[in-house]
């Protein structure tokens, strides 16, 4: 678990931002679940034989004797709150959420024990156009953080049939090799063995190399609606892969499945997944309800933002106000409040010294500008407002056209911003 210090938060809420504005664009609604749920919640969801359930959540029993589980993912919380709240009561839901996720993993690069996740759930929409819309969605955020790196990949796990008997084939193509088959894999086999198709052993996936097709074993309505998907994607430009060994690590999907991957985090690949769980909403105590939805990792992506995105805002004040005088002090502070309410952000020097050195500390602020306050300019009602970035000019503006010249030259000011906006 790590501190995200001053220095990368100005990034993650310029990310924050975009998520923000693209949920809107596309009519989400936030929703803010809590952090600790019971655990039966992921036990019922994810599935007990998961990675997930089985190594790496943070579980323990609380003061009631309660069993209870910091949340390791959000969609079982979404479709609890929905079902709780009468969200999805003959009606349907599009929710977002963004926040801190937990699991006890190995820590590596990109990969964090407190990490966090942004996740769509479209809730009661069946058709694949509402999968075609997560795509859409996902590569106009890309697009809107200036990512170009990341693929789309696609596969449809077919109807409970299909997945039946693809399964009982797998099953007795892999039992040839139990013994070779890696530990995780073995356990997985008699359980749930399409989930060895998601196995990172080399040796694994060395036998997988001649193990029966998923695609082989779909009946037409579901390679008609793996189709339909892809007519969408390829109507609106978004380029894709169809990988067949794709099945993602949790329990509840079903349908069509798919990740966003790149080859600029080393490893660890993929950066946003998800796919269809029709089944979720019924097996957590709602009516059946169709749903599909993706998370994306915020720590992934901000690793891609700062490879290959596009340049994001630094932290910094509009304007330095430097004072020597208990006069100057003064009216700096009633500048300071007066240039704030008109959105203009104004850093004041605290703790005294002369004009060298807090200009110094001016320089050092990132201001574009310092106003400058003395017993003259007290006396004059003026400032010297001097440009720290561009030329280095300086000049004397009074105090009452102050804002006003300020925000002209500082055309991302707030208040600049707000005007130019209508």
């Known amino acids: ?27 989400y609604q936030e929703i803010r679940p809590p952090l600790l749920e019971r655990t039966e919640l992921f036990k019922r969801s994810i599935g007990e034989q998961t990675d997930i359930v089985e190594k790496e959540m943070y579980t323990f029993v609380d003061n009631n004797g309660e069993s209870v589980t910091l949340r390791p993912e959000a969609t079982a919380s979404c479709v609890r709150a929905g079902v ?15 926040g ?48 170009r790196s990341v693929k789309l ?8 049939g299909c997945r039946a008997a693809y399964r009982d084939a797998l099953h007795g193509y892999l039992s040839r090799y139990r013994n070779d088959l890696d530990e995780d894999s073995q356990r997985r086999l008699d359980r749930n ?19 029966p097709r ?77 749903a599909a939805g993706f998370a994306l990792g915020i720590e992934r992506l901000l690793e891609l933002v700062a490879v290959e995105g596009r340049e994001i805002p630094v932290d910094a004040c509009d304007v330095f106000i430097a004072s020597l005088g208990d006069a100057a002090e003064l009216a700096g502070a009633r500048l300071a409040e007066s240039l704030r309410s008109g959105g203009v952000n104004v850093l004041v020097n605290l703790g005294g010294g002369g004009f060298k050195k ?55 000011a707030p208040a600049a911003r707000a005007a130019a906006n209508g």
């Not at 678990?1 to 693209?22: C, F, K, Q, Y």
């Open 214 to 290: 998923l695609a082989d074993f779909l009946d037409d309505d579901a390679v008609a609606r793996f189709d339909r998907l892809r007519a969408y994607l390829d109507t609106v430009g978004i380029e894709y892969h169809v990988n067949d060994r794709l099945v993602r690590g949790l329990d509840y999907y079903t349908s069509i499945v798919f990740e966003w991957v790149t080859d600029r985090l080393g490893a660890q690949g993929a950066v946003c997944a998800g796919g269809r769980y029709d089944g979720l909403v019924e097996q957590l105590g709602g009516r059946a309800t169709p």
């Open 358 to 412: 807090q200009l110094k500390r001016a320089d050092a602020s990132g201001a574009r500008f310092a106003v400058i306050l003395g017993d003259d300019e007290v006396a004059a009602q003026s400032a010297s407002v001097k440009d720290l970035r561009g030329d280095g000019g300086q000049a004397s503006v009074s105090f009452d056209d102050l804002a006003a010249h300020l925000r002209r030259a500082l055309p991302n």
């Open 193 to 211: 063995p399409l989930r060895i198709l998601d196995s990172k052993d080399e040796k694994t996936r060395a036998l997988l190399t001649d193990a």
């Open 100 to 147: 801190p996720m937990f699991r006890h993993e190995k820590p590596q690069k990109g990969r964090y024990r407190q990490f966090h996740q942004f996740g769509i759930e479209a809730l009661g929409w069946p058709g694949p156009d509402a999968d075609a819309e997560l795509q859409m969605f996902a590569a106009r955020l890309f697009d809107s953080l200036g990512v």
């Open 153 to 160: 990949e696609i596969n449809t796990l077919g109807s409970d």
């Open 1 to 27: 678990m790590n501190d995200i210090l001053p220095g990368n938060s100005a990034a993650w809420r310029h990310v924050e931002r975009v998520i923000a504005d693209t949920c809107v664009a596309y009519g």
């Open 84 to 98: 709780e709240h009468g969200l999805l009561h003959n009606r349907q839901a599009k929710l977002w959420y963004l």
